[in-house]
């Protein structure tokens, strides 16, 4: 990474709930010394209700609006790592936009590996709260596959053991 460099990349982390782009977002925003946000959490805020709350009392169509409304401010941002939500991608030509706008990594861990950092977690999720384990485990599978087709635009791919500090370092130092 070439310290004197000014120009500061504009990254977009998609996947699946669970991938861990909230870890990631801090990580990157640390190492790039810019700003890390969380689209749900800058919606939260925005809505000043829960992400489970706007589901409820909105509906998801709503949701998908203000979500899309939201990430299009990051256009006038000059750098920033934003960790998207899981159904970002599949909205509102929301891919395409964030790649003419940006780097879009996809985190692809498996399966297994979301599964077990959403089961304590699901009833702060609307799409799985009332899952049982083994229903999560095929909605994981159904919603992947159903996402995949946006979630492979993405610029960059990270899967498996190819998701870690080493690899994101190599990123930024391409695109930083």
């Keep these: 990474m ?3 460099n000014d120009i500061k990349p504009k990254i977009f982390l998609v996947g699946m709930m669970g991938s ?3 870890y990631w ?3 990157l925003s640390k190492k790039l010394k ?5 689209l749900d959490y800058l919606i939260e ?4 209700k829960s992400i489970a709350e706007i589901f409820s009392e909105d509906g998801e169509e709503y949701f998908r609006k203000q979500e899309s409304k939201i990430l299009k401010w990051f256009k006038e941002k000059k750098s920033f790592v934003l ?4 159904g970002t991608p599949c909205y509102h030509d929301n891919m395409e936009w964030m790649n003419k706008n940006g780097v879009t990594i996809f ?6 590996q979301l599964v077990e950092r959403l089961i304590p977690e699901k009833s702060h ?7 049982t384990d083994e229903a999560l485990v095929k909605f994981l599978i159904q919603k992947r596959a159903d996402r995949l087709v946006y979630y492979e635009q993405a610029k960059i791919k990270l899967s498996d053991d190819a998701i870690n500090e080493k690899q994101f370092l190599k990123i930024i130092k391409e695109y930083a």
């Design 45 to 48: 805020s925005n809505e000043e």
């Design 20 to 22: 861990g782009k909230s």
């Design 2 to 4: 070439n310290p004197s």
């Design 107 to 112: 985190i692809d861990p498996p399966i297994s």
């Design 34 to 38: 810019t700003g890390g946000y969380d």
């Design 83 to 86: 960790g998207t939500g899981g």
């Design 125 to 131: 999720r609307p799409l799985i709260c009332d899952l």
């Design 25 to 27: 977002t801090k990580f």
